[in-house]
């Protein structure tokens, strides 16, 4: 079993991607901000639609299902994402922010997982 974890961003705008192998699938939690927690969860694999749960409320959706995409994509493999990332009252340049260190992350973790 292979962990691999990753950091893009500083400060309250450092966003973290940690990955578990489970066999032949992929679990992959991503958090940041002040209050890392789990808002969202999303499935993909290749060939399949994309589940998502999210919470009342919460916006990660756009993370977990995106990272989930692109990382099934990426390993051909069935991916589970759960993500929660949180500022409060941010700004929509801070959410742009944490978005593109979160697309940061997951690019960094399929180099990773897939020797690119």
Known sequence: ???HSVLCGEGRY??????????????ILIGGGEC???GSVSLAEPGC????????GHKERIV??????????ATGKRCLVAAGIHIDNASKEEIALLLAN???CIRLLIQKVSGR
């Open 49 to 56: 639609s994309t589940k998502t749960i999210s919470s009342p």
């Open 64 to 73: 977990t299902t995106s990272a989930s995409e692109m990382i099934a994509k």
């Open 102 to 104: 979160s697309e940061a």
């Open 14 to 27: 450092r966003v973290w991607a940690d990955l578990m192998e489970a066999g032949d699938d992929l679990l």
């Open 1 to 3: 079993m292979a962990d």
């Open 36 to 38: 890392p927690h789990i």
